[in-house]
């Protein structure tokens, strides 16, 4: 099991960019799919970007061109630069890791997740 703690959230004008992070402990996540979702009050947990241990990486049709997933093998994090944020944005952002295998934008294709991290953008 990895357990994976995300941080970076708060609050910021529509327009504006902030940039999560999330560590993994535990173990190395160098052969893990890792990913990030969000899910706002009242709504069901949505798929936003993912990223393979060879680099490749998929994204939502909502946040393409503006936000961007990355990671460190050797600091064991992921990261996801959002810019250019919307307040359709806001909501709890949570990462979460899993075999290469499963399915890459339903959260049941990942068996390891954090806490979240509140992301809210004003207009």
């Known amino acids: 099991q990895v357990q994976l703690v995300e941080s970076g959230g708060g609050l910021v004008q529509a327009g504006g960019s902030l940039r999560l992070s999330c560590v993994a402990s535990g173990r190395s996540i160098k052969t893990y799919r890792l990913a990030w979702f969000r899910q706002a009050p009242g709504y069901e947990r949505e798929f936003v970007a993912a990223i393979w241990s060879g680099l490749m990486t998929h994204y939502a049709d909502s946040v393409k061109g503006r936000f961007t997933i990355s990671r460190d093998n050797d600091k064991n994090t992921v990261f996801l630069q959002m810019d250019s944020l919307k307040p359709e944005d806001t909501a709890v952002y949570l990462c979460?890791?899993?075999?290469?295998?499963?399915?890459?934008?339903?959260?049941?294709?990942?068996?390891?997740w954090g806490q979240g991290t509140q992301v809210t953008v004003s207009s």
């Open positions: 979460a890791a899993g075999p290469h295998f499963t399915s890459t934008v339903n959260p049941r294709g990942y068996d390891n």
